[in-house]
């Protein structure tokens, strides 16, 4: 019913910038929160970042100061921009939206995921 594509990943030197984009299609008819979560090897997902409708924010403490999400409402779609990127940064990034369905039903929907490798 609802599709997310992430694009963006990628191989990065530490200190370096990464821009992930995230686009929801399919039966939407109205998007709440939308958000970036990270899971590293071995460790469980975390909550990178969310933004909703209105545009309030909510970030990890680990990313605040260097990472920004914002939305573009108009093309669904969610934006990751990552500055100062540290090795620790490195995970498989995934793209989440909490969305109402033209059919009024509302539930969640993550992306496959993309990769973000930081090296030292």
């Known amino acids: 019913q609802v599709q997310l594509v992430e694009s963006g990943g990628g191989l990065v030197q530490a200190g370096g910038p990464l821009r992930l984009s995230c686009a929801a299609s399919?039966?939407?008819?109205?998007?709440?929160?939308m958000g970036w979560y990270r899971q590293a090897p071995g460790k469980q997902r975390d909550l990178v970042a969310t933004i909703t409708s209105g545009g309030s924010t909510n970030y990890a403490d680990s990313v605040k100061g260097r990472f920004t999400i914002s939305r573009d409402n108009a093309k669904n779609t969610v934006y990751l921009q990552m500055n100062s990127l540290k090795p620790e940064d490195t995970a498989v990034y995934y793209c989440y939206t909490n969305v109402r369905t033209k059919s009024f039903v509302r539930g969640d929907y993550w992306g496959l995921g993309t990769q973000v490798t930081v090296s030292s």
């Open positions: 399919g039966s939407i008819f109205s998007i709440n929160t």
